[in-house]
Each structure stands twice: as structure tokens, then as C-alpha cells.
């Protein structure tokens, strides 16, 4: 996280690194292990002129979408990994476009948008995951990094602190997690101590 000096500019590529490996180790599992459970069925799925009994074509649709999903996550996931971020939200758009209530998706689309710089953006994706998931532990590390993007540090307190509530005792993630917190717990404390209220972001991305 950050701390003095030139941490503006380095904490948010230090904090990218971080949340991608997050993002890869909690979202990549469920589409190599268990699949996708498709929530609805796209509207072609029985256009006119299509040939074969309606169930066997829904079912060799939806087939086609699975696997379109988990190809389009995994590339994603590896786009990410390799800080190709505006591939990376190419793929999780598209994965959303197919399925739009998957939190994961959400999540990981977030993290491209942090690792953008584009935190406001990347803030609408993690609230958004958490409407779907609210004990999808990764989406508050990722929303307290994008509130700190913003300069909202009583909410990135609030975000991390979520995480650290949710994330068990060996999480990785959780010294950096702590960190952050007494770092920011400082900031405000100190910003208080000065007579000026702890900023509150103004809900834009930083130029």
C-alpha cells in the first residue's frame, strides 16, 4: 500500500500486481472446477430456422455458450495475469454480455478497470459483483482499492475492513489487507487532527 515519498504513483501499480493474483486464485477456480450454471437463455437460442427438436437445439446452444464463457473468462484471467487490461475487459465484457449475473466476472472486470487507473469504473463493477454476492470476499479487496483510487479513504477503510471480517485466518491477502488499514486508520486520524474531514472522494477517476 501506500507510504511516503512517491507513493502516489506506485501504490496503485503495486496494488494491480496484488489484485490480480487475487483475482486469479479465487475466480479461476470455479470455471475449471465446476462449470457454469447459466442463469437464463440468451433470446436466439430459439430463433426461427433453426432445425432439430427445440430442446436438443436450447441444449446445443447453451453447450455453445459455456463454452464460450469459460474460454472467454480464462483469457481474461491470462490477460490480467499479464497486465493486458483493456483485452482483459474486452473478454469480461463479453463474458457479461452471456452472463451477467456471474459475480466473478464482475469482480475480475474491476481489477482490469484498477489496473487502468479507471477507479470510479472499477468501483461500479466490484458494487456490482457484491449485489449479486455479498460474501464475495475478493470484490471488497478490490472495492476498497478503488475507493482508495478515488480518495475515499472512510470507504476504503470500510471495504477492507469487510475483507479482513470475511477472509479466513491463512488468506494470503490479509498482512496487505491489515496493512492498509492501519495505514489509512493513520491518514484519517491525522487528517482529523488538522480540522479537515477524512476525504470522501469525489466519485471520479484521478487525471
Known amino acids: 500500500m501506500k507510504g511516503s515519498g512517491n507513493t502516489q504513483q506506485s501504490s496503485p501499480r503495486r496494488a494491480a500486481r496484488d489484485v490480480r493474483a487475487l483475482a486469479l486464485a ?26 432439430g427438436p427445440p430442446d436438443a437445439r436450447a441444449a446445443h446452444a447453451r453447450e455453445k455458450t459455456e463454452a464460450e ?43 482490469a478497470m484498477i489496473g487502468l487507473k479507471r477507479y470510479a469504473v472499477a468501483r461500479d463493477f466490484f458494487e456490482g459483483a457484491l449485489a449479486l454476492r455479498k460474501n464475495q470476499v475478493n470484490a471488497y479487496y478490490g472495492l476498497a482499492e478503488a475507493l482508495e483510487g478515488l480518495n475515499d479513504l472512510p470507504g476504503a ?51
Open 69 to 111: 464463457i469459460g474460454q472467454r473468462f480464462q483469457r481474461g484471467v491470462a490477460s490480467l495475469n499479464a497486465e493486458q487490461y483493456e483485452q482483459a475487459i474486452s473478454d469480461f465484457h463479453r463474458v457479461l454480455e452471456l452472463a451477467p449475473r456471474m459475480p466473478e466476472a464482475h469482480v475480475n472486470a474491476g481489477f
Open 26 to 51: 479465487l475466480t479461476v477456480v470455479p470455471i475449471i472446477a465446476g462449470g457454469l450454471a447459466i442463469t437464463y437463455l440468451p433470446g436466439w437460442l430459439n430463433a426461427p430456422g433453426a432445425s
Open 157 to 207: 477503510l470500510g471495504a477492507m475492513r469487510a475483507y479482513l471480517h470475511l477472509a479466513p485466518a491463512d488468506d494470503p491477502y490479509r498482512r496487505k489487507a491489515q496493512s492498509a488499514v492501519w495505514e489509512w486508520e493513520a491518514k484519517v486520524a491525522e487528517e482529523r487532527a488538522r480540522g479537515k474531514p477524512a476525504p470522501a472522494g469525489k466519485g471520479k477517476d484521478k487525471k
